[in-house]
């Protein structure tokens, strides 16, 4: 069974369409995490909800949106896709401690044309 | 700032070469590090992990990495690469605010 798993694994749009990446885990952990990682490999932190709580909101375009149905989803809408937003997605999450470290999905990789 | 800095951009070692790879860090407080690897098109996959004990931490396929408080460092070696060791590599902290932050990463290309 896949502890993190994300969908779709590739997806290429044009811009100004919106879109979600979906992101599932099945670990019971309390915490998960979007991540952009860039064309240069660079990994930001974009966003993390603890028990359906938002609680970083990184310098990211408002086009972004988590959305948390439950503990173990945190989907990623993005609207008015823009060509700057092509990179790879990572969802991933974190048990209670802290010190378990995170666990990733597969990545997204998401193309704007 | 809190940060993570890896010093090397992008690596190129034969195979039978050591490696060392350097990672600092700006965190006061206790802190977590790790040392991720992501093969080309993969996904993030954990080498190794220290949070406290034995500052020389081993990890899976023969890494290792050792943790120097007093250098605010944590560099990820390996005695002998092999060319399937080529990949990004990525050091990472978890400081007091439980978020982990990552190093801008470095390419390590092991010709055959």
């Known amino acids: 069974d896949t502890a993190v798993s994300q969908t779709p694994k590739y997806l290429v749009t044009q811009m100004g369409n919106d879109k979600s990446i979906k992101c599932e885990q099945n670990l019971g952990h309390d915490t998960m995490y979007w991540y952009k990682q860039d064309s240069k490999k660079f990994l930001k932190i974009m966003f993390s909800?603890?028990?359906?709580?938002?609680?970083i909101n990184e310098t990211v375009p408002n086009r972004f949106s988590p959305k948390s149905p439950d503990k173990a989803h945190l989907n990623l809408h993005i609207n008015s896709l823009e060509l700057g937003d092509s990179a790879v997605y990572f969802c991933?999450?974190?048990?209670?401690?802290?010190?378990?470290?995170?666990?990733f999905g597969s990545g997204t990789r998401l193309t704007v044309v | 700032a809190q940060s993570v800095s890896q010093h090397n951009h992008h690596v190129i070692l034969s195979e039978a070469a050591s490696l060392e790879l350097g990672c600092n860090y700006s965190y006061g407080g206790t802190v977590n590090l790790f040392w991720y690897v992501q093969y080309p098109g993969q996904h993030l996959q954990l080498l190794l992990k220290?949070?406290?004990?034995?500052?020389l931490v081993k990890g899976i396929k023969g890494f290792e990495a050792e943790f120097i408080k007093s250098k605010f460092s944590f560099n990820l070696r390996k005695p002998s690469v092999q060319w399937s060791d080529t990949a990004e590599y990525f050091c990472a902290v978890i400081g007091n605010n439980n978020d982990m932050r990552f190093g801008a990463g470095t390419r390590l290309t092991v010709k055959p």
């Open positions: 220290y949070f406290s004990g034995d500052p």
């Open positions: 991933a999450s974190r048990g209670t401690g802290g010190t378990g470290g995170y666990t």
């Open positions: 909800y603890n028990n359906k709580e938002l609680i």
